[in-house]
């Protein structure tokens, strides 16, 4: 609710869980009790750029217990003598105060705990979480693998059926070649195939 022109919180509806609150830019100036009643869990609370002037107006964010960051830029009362001493008196549940904690140590940029709550729940449920995901991927990869043998395994027999028919088109074509050739000259190329002579060509030797 930040530069909304608030001029109280009286009207602020009860949460239980909310943590953190920006109140930045308006015109508070007082009626802080009603964060204690109605915000009982806030851990961060940004009353920068309001009307606040005094510290005994803070006093009732006392009843916050978890409150440890607040944040009063721009406010009068941190132009008050000893202003930081008497609010780290006055709250000392607080770790920071305008971003500083008491020994002027800057704060984080972000608090896991008003901004990141819930992640811890999140991996809790998922069991083992990362874990989850890495079993996921090592089945992804065994499928990959058995796809790959199968694949292989196909091209093989591929390649074997591909020689055995190239043997048989082979044994076929010297068939039909046989078909074509004269009687005489089959019967030739038969006999020279079992390495024996033709009859005829004998006698022929002898005639010369």
């Given amino acids: ?17 909310l943590r953190k609150l920006e109140l930045s830019d308006n015109r508070i100036s007082g009626g802080l009790e009603v964060l204690a009643e109605r915000t009982p869990n806030l851990t961060h609370l940004n009353l920068s750029g309001n009307k606040i002037k005094d510290i005994n107006t803070l006093e009732p964010l006392k009843k916050l217990p978890n409150l440890h960051s607040l ?37 984080p940029d972000s608090d896991p705990e008003a901004d990141g709550d819930g992640l811890d729940d999140e991996y809790d ?5 990362e874990e ?25 027999g591929e390649e074997e059926e591909d020689g055995v028919d190239d043997e048989e088109e082979e044994d076929e074509e010297d068939e039909d070649d046989d078909e074509d050739l004269p009687q005489g000259e089959k019967r030739k190329r038969d006999l020279e195939d079992e390495g024996e002579e033709d009859p005829e060509d004998e006698e022929d030797e002898e005639d010369d």
């Fill in 1 to 17: 609710m930040i530069n909304v022109n608030l001029l109280s919180v009286s009207n602020l509806p009860k949460l239980n869980k």
């Fill in 132 to 156: 989850e995901d890495d079993d996921e991927e090592d089945e992804l990869d065994e499928e990959v693998i058995d796809d790959e043998e199968e694949d292989e395994d196909d091209l093989e």
């Fill in 125 to 129: 449920e998922n069991g083992e979480g």
């Fill in 71 to 107: 944040d009063l830029f721009n406010c009068e009362v941190t132009m008050l003598i000893n202003y930081r001493e008497s609010m780290f008196a006055l709250l000392p549940q607080l770790t920071y105060l305008d971003g500083f904690d008491a020994d002027d140590q800057e704060a």
